[in-house]
């Protein structure tokens, strides 16, 4: 419900309860005159009279502190609308396997190099192979061809590192 409805329910309430009240507060005024004109009660009227008043203000003040909230609401501005999104996981398919049969005895050279070390700068691949700058290159574009390796630029040199 919105707020704007909340308030007008709430205003509608108080004005009731303010009209009970003095309904109320009448009819007990009628019983305590009808009280205080015995001549056995009079002492107690003006202590009586007092009490009823005191009640009389409390009730009327909690029935303008509701009438400022119902106020309130009504003027208020619409809070916007929350929308909540919702986003799916995948799961990781676990470590994919390499067909080692496809490579030639080179690539399987150099991916073992890599996967011994998870990650390795090309420079150093070309010194433990004794490969040459071009070839090495080649070799590591055919795994990266076959999605095995990624290589990713690190300033003047390449680091080779595993696909996940």
Do not use: W
């Amino acid at each position: 419900m919105e707020n704007k409805y909340v308030g007008y329910l709430l205003f509608s309430i108080s004005i009731l309860v303010t009209i009970v009240i003095f309904m109320f507060n009448s009819a007990l005024k009628e019983v305590i005159n009808t009280f205080c004109g015995m001549p056995e009660h009079v002492s107690v009227c003006p202590i009586v009279n007092k009490a009823v008043n005191q009640q009389t203000y409390i009730a009327l003040s909690i029935v303008g502190l509701l009438v400022i909230v119902a106020l309130v609401l009504i003027f208020s501005k619409p809070q916007k609308e929350i929308i909540f999104k919702t986003r799916t996981v995948e799961k990781k398919d676990q470590k994919k396997k390499i067909n080692f049969s496809d490579l030639n005895s080179e690539e399987k050279h150099v991916l073992a190099l890599i996967q011994k070390n998870k990650a390795i700068f090309q420079a150093d691949l070309i010194e433990k192979t004794g490969f040459g700058k071009a070839k090495m290159t080649r070799i590591i574009d055919r795994l990266e061809g076959r999605d095995i390796v990624e290589r990713k630029r690190r300033g003047m040199t390449n680091i080779v590192v595993l696909k996940e």
